[in-house]
């Protein structure tokens, strides 16, 4: 009994005298305690102690005050078990009040109801015992008692052999073993994490070595072993797997058969490794560094798929049928998985949510408090993570909070990869705490751990030990381990090894021995080992590994509490999670608000040219490059702030592949996210720019054109994050993304003087229709120019006029060019039939498409001159025909431009002759109509061999594609036989384009888990 004990005993006893204890009496006891031998403090002095605490006259008074608060408040709750005991050896000598005293005793101590009930089971437990019996008191009323009998009997394992006179015993679990000689009893404390055990019998029983006195408590902590007299083994886990079986938890069993996996072009790898491991082991892989520990548990826990050979939980293929696996197998890498931005409770909050589907908010927030106050987390609980470079808890504390997300929803296989690493000592002892309290509740835990102290190798059940080139060369007992490979080393002439002491329990002496160099003349060791990893394989091989697996069939998987909430509350966390991560950056917000507005004035300052003092928007020759820049902003916003969005989870992702969380529902709060900060970004750009540019009127269609670009630019920078490994690769990636958008825009370059091999010149080519920066330019150059409140009075009618004034100036004189050599060519004596035949066709095209419209009579011969006969008569009508309509075509002129006058009358009348100036100069601009109207264009149409193309004044042309192909800067688009305003069909085509990048965002993160799409389920649902 150390100090701190003996003096707690001091501070109780007194303390129990104002509970009309006998003072004489507890001099005695005193005087009982520190009589024995096996007392190494001073009797005398802690007597004296005590007569000065009675005898004070606070405490005489009643105003006595300990120093460290009630008595025993400082003591942990192991020092107050054993204080707990002592007082049970001392009062038992009382029969008639001691009993009575006792609990009053354990009450002032600070021991729980149910701990008491279950140390007084223990220490009344007798050789010839058959139940237990609990005196009467005060202390445990009979709710606790009755509550204990039903939920604690578990605590108490009786082990006994043939020969033992209590071979049953009431509310504990029994079980027969043989080499006893009697019987041995363990009780279990969670509140301590282990148990205390004694022994009743007449034989050797060793406890560590040491003998196991008859009638004594002893604490068994994990990786304890109890050997019999017959040499058999009982280790803590044995007792762990009793008392979980008697609980009626699910066991589970993880068979590993034959695993192997070997790197691409090396031998590096995991070689032949086979074992069976159970529930309520804490399992440690120990070897040197890049041995392969880490490649091993990622074979294990399914994220690596081996080459050859299974991996079992319960007879389901972890690699094959993972889904039947789901909430079963948790995993914590050796990198830190939180969210940086979030604090301490919100990283846990978050997680709990996506853990428990059928938890209310109140429930979910009840099991996180509690999860942070065990992990010691609740006092930094609002802390903000934060990241290497930015420190704001400790490397201890992120890693129980790391491993506290997984232990949240108390997974039935828990793999971590060294956990204790960078870690002081005392939290590494804190984490395998942890480890070994969620073990001890019936889990399996393997861990991947570098170099253990002592103290903590000897909280493992079971070693697995990994040599360079991932050979295993152990697996067994830890405290067996030196003592194997001291044996092995021995015999193959390692003299040095086998000098090992043999009660010494030092990881580093296993990786000593294994990795012990060969020494050459001068006595210097040389880079050969003694032992090769080969050697030590062949060596486990043949005394290890089993030679066969038997693999049992399926049996049923733990139930945990784990609940996946369904798609639309992952959706609602995930939105939440990262929208609060986001704003808790605030630089990076800061940024993505400022940076809108910082570009909208750069563009819109440099881009506000006026030829004089004043400015005028109708002289600035700079808004076509306004238009374009503007799309190119959107653009690159758009791409900046999604590109790093998926690849920046990718650890999160890594983390909760193991929950099977709808990576649909993730997706959609990206996209949600990204989408409303797009919104936001270009309603700023947008209001800034066109304040300074003087665009008025067109605000809310420029938002419009620009948020659907920046929306489609943030599922193209989805996608790139999704796919890319490396943020250097993305950022590589996006001007290949952002230059053909630029140059094939219809700006920097125009369409028709491109690669022949790519362009007609009679539409925009595919390429260009394949690019959202076309899309988006046009909508807003048309939309510039025929919607501004000046031009949108008179567009109507100088669409008339251009349409007219074309056909009568240059499509009809054109066609009687052709009339005429077609009557030249006749006249020749050579055959030239082919030729007319041509020039045939070529005007029947034309006058079947100027049919079309309602003010253009049909020609009645035009079926003579599809068929390209020519003769005297037809000639006659044609020119006739063409006469007739060219004369329709000039009248058309004229009232389109009376049309227009009249218009600019009622303007005029409006407004007056300076208000209409002033209209024009503020809202049309000429540099725009320049481009537009391609005023200089020499060329005013082209002709190809069955057609003659406008390509003078393109945004006064109507096409005629049936499904909305045009040329650039139409001011419509004839789609399903029917014109939409080119800025709507741009922007339904862009929202197309976004569309399609969404579903491939949806199929390649759903090919990465395996799983089929959600979009594909909700479109089946409906068409079937």
């Known amino acids: 009994m150390d100090k701190n004990i003996a003096i707690g005993l001091i501070d109780t006893l007194a303390d129990l005298t104002r509970k009309d204890w006998d003072i004489e009496q507890c001099r005695s006891i005193i005087q009982s305690f520190f009589s024995s031998p096996e007392f190494d403090v001073n009797g005398e002095e802690l007597l004296k102690q005590f007569d000065s605490i009675i005898n004070s006259e606070s405490f005489v008074s009643g105003n006595f005050k300990h120093d460290a608060g009630l008595p025993c408040e400082t003591m942990t709750t192991e020092q107050r078990i054993e204080l707990a005991i002592a007082f049970y050896n001392v009062l038992s000598s009382y029969p008639e009040s001691g009993h009575q005293k006792l609990f009053t005793a354990w009450n002032v101590i600070g021991i729980q109801p149910e701990d008491a009930i279950c140390l007084y089971h223990f220490l009344s437990f007798g050789p010839s015992a058959n139940q237990f019996q609990l005196p009467g008191n005060s202390f445990i009323s009979q709710d606790v008692l009755e509550g204990w009998e039903q939920n604690n009997s578990n605590r108490m394992i009786l082990l006994y052999d043939e020969n033992s006179p209590a071979q049953e015993l009431d509310k504990a679990l029994c079980e027969k073993r043989t080499g006893l000689g009697g019987n041995l009893l363990f009780a279990y404390f969670h509140s301590i994490g282990c148990y205390i055990v004694k022994y009743h019998g007449d034989r050797q029983v060793l406890i560590e070595d040491e003998p196991l006195m008859v009638g004594l408590s002893y604490c068994f902590k994990p990786g304890s072993s109890i050997t019999l007299s017959n040499g058999e083994q009982i280790r803590y886990d044995d007792i762990t797997r009793i008392r979980l079986l008697g609980s009626g938890v699910q066991p589970v069993k993880l068979v590993v058969q034959d695993l192997e996996f070997t790197f691409p072009g090396s031998n590096q790898g995991i070689k032949p490794f086979s074992t069976v491991e159970e529930s309520g082991r804490v399992v440690g892989i120990l070897g040197g560094s ?6 091993l548990l990622n074979l294990l826990s399914g994220k690596l798929k081996p080459h050859r050979g299974k991996v079992l939980i319960n007879g389901y293929d972890v690699h094959n049928e993972s889904h039947k696996l789901m909430g079963v197998v948790g995993f914590v890498p050796q990198d830190d998985l939180l969210i940086e931005n979030l604090s301490v409770y919100q990283n846990m909050l978050f997680n709990a949510r996506l853990c428990f589907g059928n938890y209310s908010r109140k429930q979910v927030r009840e099991l996180v408090d509690s999860t942070l106050k065990s992990l010691d987390l609740w006092e930094i609980r609002n802390l903000k993570v934060g990241n290497a470079l930015d420190k704001v808890i400790s490397g201890g504390q992120r890693k129980r909070l790391n491993i506290g997300l997984e232990l949240l929803r108390e997974p039935a296989v828990l793999f971590l990869d060294e956990p204790t690493s960078g870690l002081s000592s005392n939290d590494s002892v804190m984490v395998l705490n942890l480890l070994r309290n969620l073990a001890d509740a019936g889990k399996l835990v393997v861990v991947n751990i570098h170099q253990p102290s002592e103290r903590l190798f000897r909280m493992f059940d079971r070693l697995w030990v990994l040599d360079k080139g991932g050979y295993p060369v152990y697996v067994g007992n830890p405290t067996e381990a030196v003592g194997y490979f001291r044996e092995k080393s021995a015999r193959v002439g390692n003299l040095v090894a086998s000098a090992v002491q043999k009660k010494r329990v030092n990881p580093e002496d296993i990786l000593d021995i294994i990795e012990q160099r060969q020494v050459d003349r001068s006595g210097s060791f040389t880079v050969n080992r003694k032992v090769s990893p080969e050697e030590w394989y062949r060596l486990y091989r043949e005394s290890i590994q089993p030679k066969t697996i038997e693999i049992e069939g399926k049996t049923a998987l733990p139930q945990g509490k784990f609940r996946l909430p369904d798609v639309i509350k992952q959706l609602n966390v995930f939105t939440k999670r990262n929208l609060l991560s986001k ?7 800061l940024l993505n608000i400022m940076e809108p507005v910082v570009l909208g004035l750069i563009l819109s300052f440099f881009i506000k040219y006026s030829p004089g003092n004043d400015y005028i928007f109708a002289a600035n020759r700079n808004i076509p490059a306004f238009i374009f820049m503007s799309v190119i902003v959107s653009l690159f916003l758009g791409l900046s702030v999604s590109a790093e969005e998926i690849i920046g989870d990718r650890r999160i992702l890594e983390r909760e592949s193991f929950l099977n969380l709808s990576r649909f529902s993730y997706i959609n709060s990206k996209v949600l996210y990204l989408f409303g900060l797009s919104a936001i970004q270009m309603l700023l750009f947008v209001g800034v720019s066109l304040t300074i540019i003087g665009v008025k009127g067109l605000t809310l269609k420029y938002w419009l054109v620009l948020f659907s670009s920046a929306c489609f630019a943030n599922m193209l920078g989805l996608i790139i994050s999704s796919v890319m490994k490396s943020v250097v690769a993305i950022y590589i990636t996006i001007p290949l993304l952002l230059v053909p958008q630029i140059l094939l825009s219809g700006t920097v370059v125009d369409f028709d003087n491109l690669n022949s091999s790519l362009t007609r010149r009679v539409y925009v080519p595919v390429i260009g229709d394949v690019m959202t920066s076309r899309w988006a330019y046009e909508a807003l150059a048309v939309t510039q120019y025929m919607d501004n409140r000046y031009e949108k009075n008179f ?6 006029l251009s349409r007219a004034a074309f056909r009568a100036s240059f499509l ?30 070529f005007i029947a095209n034309e006058i079947e498409h100027l049919a079309q419209s309602d003010d253009v009579p049909q020609f009645e011969l035009l079926g003579e001159l599809k068929k390209g006969q020519f003769y005297d008569q037809l000639a006659f009508e044609l020119n006739g025909y063409l006469l007739y309509i060219k004369k329709l075509f000039q009248e058309q002129q004229r009232a389109a431009t009376a049309k227009r006058d009249s218009v600019y ?9 300076d208000g209409v100036y002033k209209l024009k100069q503020g809202n049309h601009n000429t540099a725009l109509a320049e481009w537009v109207l391609r005023s200089n264009e020499v060329t005013k149409y082209l002709e190809t061999d069955n057609r003659l193309i406008q390509k003078a004044e393109p945004i006064y042309m109507l096409p005629d594609h049936p499904f909305g192909r045009a040329q650039l800067y139409a001011p419509y688009k004839y789609f399903n036989g029917q014109y939409i305003k080119t800025i709507w ?40």
């Open 905 to 913: 009358m009622v303007l005029k009348g409006q407004l007056g002759d």
């Open 795 to 800: 567009f109507d009618a100088e669409i008339q």
């Open 812 to 841: 009809i004189p054109r066609l009687q060019v052709k009339l005429e050599e077609c009557v030249r060519l006749d006249d020749l004596d050579e055959d030239r039939s082919a030729d007319i035949s041509r020039h045939l066709r």
């Open 985 to 1024: 069909f741009n922007i339904i085509a862009i929202w197309l384009f976004t569309i399609a990048l969404y579903t491939l965002l949806n199929l390649i993160n759903n090919k990465k888990t395996g799983r089929v799409p959600v979009l594909w389920r909700v479109i089946g649902k409906f068409t079937r």
């Open 583 to 589: 704003l808790a950056n605030r630089q990076y917000m």
């Open 290 to 295: 890049g041995v392969g520990k880490s490649t």
